[in-house]
C-alpha cells in the first residue's frame, strides 16, 4: 500500500517533463526582478541612510519621508499605484506610444523593479541609519585628525565601518527581496510564480506546482545564505585588526 502511496505522489510531478522550460524560464525572470532590485535598491539604501544621519533639515526631513511612506505602506498597495495608477497617466501624454521608451513604460516588468528598489531603499536604509550612527564618533575624530574629510572620511572609515556593522542583516534583507518578487505576477510579470498559475490552470492541478513554487524559492535562500556567509567571514579577514 506504501508503494501505491508513492507511486501515487510521484505521477503528481509528471507534468514537469512537459513544462520544465517555462519553469526555468520563470526562475531565470524571479533572479533578474531580484539582481536589479538588489543592485539599485542597496545604493539608493545608502543615500537614505545617509540622509537620515543628515544636518540638513531639507535632506533628512526627505529621507524621513520616504522611509516613513515606504515602511507605513503594504509593498503589494506601492506596486499597484506604480503600475496602475503612474503607468495609466503615461498614455495619455501625446505621441508617447511612438517613443523609444514606450515599451519599458508599459512593461510591469520595470514597475516591479521600481517598487522592489524602493522597498529595499526604504527597509535598508533605515537599517543604514543605525549603522551609521553606531559607529564610534572617536573613529571619525581620528580619521580628520589624519587628514581624512568630506567624502573621503565617509569612502574611507564611516562607510566601510558601518557595512561591517550591519553585514549580518543583508543575508536577511535579500531573502526577504527575492520572496517579495512573488509580487510580480500580479501585474502580468511572467516570474516563477506567474508562470507556475498558468501551469495550475492548463493542468487544472493545484498543490503540486504550488511545492515546485516553495522548492525553488527554498533552494534560492540556501544559497543566498551560503554566499553571504562566506562573504561575511571574508569582509570579517580584511576589516581584522592587524
Same mark, same amino acid.
Given at each position: *500500500?506504501?508503494?501505491?502511496?508513492?507511486?501515487?505522489? !510521484?505521477?503528481?510531478?509528471?507534468?514537469?517533463?512537459?513544462?520544465?522550460?517555462?519553469?526555468?524560464?520563470?526562475?531565470?525572470?524571479?533572479?533578474?526582478?531580484? !539582481?536589479?532590485?538588489?543592485?539599485?535598491? #542597496?545604493?539608493?539604501? @545608502?543615500?537614505?541612510?545617509?540622509?537620515?544621519?543628515?544636518?540638513?533639515?531639507?535632506?533628512?526631513?526627505?529621507? &524621513?519621508? =520616504?522611509?516613513?511612506?515606504?515602511?507605513? &505602506? %503594504?509593498?503589494?498597495?506601492?506596486? =499597484?499605484?506604480?503600475?496602475?495608477?503612474?503607468?495609466?497617466?503615461?498614455?495619455?501624454?501625446?505621441?508617447?506610444?511612438?517613443? !523609444?521608451?514606450? %515599451?519599458?513604460?508599459?512593461?510591469?516588468?520595470?514597475?516591479?523593479?521600481? +517598487?522592489?528598489?524602493?522597498?529595499?531603499?526604504?527597509?535598508?536604509?533605515?537599517? *543604514?541609519?543605525?549603522?551609521?550612527?553606531?559607529?564610534?564618533?572617536?573613529?571619525? $575624530?581620528?580619521?580628520?585628525?589624519?587628514?581624512?574629510?568630506?567624502?573621503? /572620511?565617509?569612502?574611507?572609515?564611516?562607510?566601510?565601518?558601518? *557595512?561591517?556593522?550591519? *553585514? %549580518? &542583516?543583508? +543575508?536577511?534583507?535579500?531573502?526577504?527581496?527575492?520572496?517579495? &518578487?512573488?509580487? +510580480?505576477?500580479?501585474?502580468?510579470?511572467?516570474?516563477?510564480?506567474?508562470?507556475?498559475? @498558468?501551469?495550475?490552470?492548463? $493542468?487544472?492541478?493545484? #498543490?503540486? %506546482?504550488? /511545492?515546485?513554487?516553495?522548492?525553488?524559492?527554498?533552494?534560492?535562500?540556501?544559497? @543566498?545564505? +551560503?554566499? !553571504?556567509?562566506?562573504? $561575511?567571514?571574508?569582509?570579517?579577514?580584511?576589516?581584522?585588526?592587524?
Amino acid at each position: *500500500m506504501s508503494t501505491d502511496l508513492a507511486s501515487s505522489f !510521484f505521477d503528481n510531478f509528471t507534468w514537469i517533463g512537459k513544462y520544465w522550460p517555462m519553469i526555468l524560464g520563470g526562475f531565470w525572470t524571479t533572479l533578474q526582478l531580484l !539582481f536589479f532590485s538588489l543592485l539599485l535598491g #542597496y545604493p539608493l539604501a @545608502i543615500l537614505v541612510g545617509f540622509g537620515r544621519v543628515s544636518k540638513n533639515k531639507f535632506i533628512y526631513g526627505l529621507a &524621513t519621508g =520616504f522611509v516613513s511612506v515606504i515602511r507605513g &505602506t %503594504p509593498l503589494l498597495v506601492q506596486l =499597484f499605484i506604480l503600475y496602475f495608477g503612474l503607468g495609466s497617466l503615461f498614455p495619455a501624454i501625446p505621441h508617447i506610444r511612438q517613443s !523609444f521608451i514606450w %515599451p519599458v513604460l508599459k512593461d510591469g516588468y520595470y514597475y516591479v523593479i521600481l +517598487a522592489l528598489v524602493l522597498s529595499v531603499g526604504g527597509y535598508v536604509g533605515e537599517i *543604514m541609519r543605525g549603522a551609521l550612527l553606531s559607529v564610534p564618533r572617536g573613529e571619525l $575624530e581620528a580619521g580628520r585628525a589624519y587628514g581624512f574629510h568630506g567624502f573621503s /572620511l565617509v569612502r574611507r572609515i564611516w562607510l566601510p565601518r558601518a *557595512m561591517q556593522a550591519m *553585514m %549580518p &542583516t543583508f +543575508a536577511g534583507e535579500t531573502v526577504l527581496c527575492l520572496k517579495s &518578487t512573488a509580487l +510580480a505576477y500580479l501585474v502580468s510579470v511572467q516570474d516563477l510564480l506567474g508562470q507556475i498559475n @498558468i501551469i495550475r490552470s492548463r $493542468e487544472a492541478i493545484t #498543490y503540486t %506546482p504550488l /511545492l515546485v513554487v516553495a522548492v525553488g524559492y527554498l533552494l534560492a535562500t540556501l544559497v @543566498i545564505e +551560503a554566499v !553571504f556567509r562566506r562573504f $561575511e567571514a571574508n569582509f570579517a579577514k580584511t576589516t581584522r585588526p592587524a
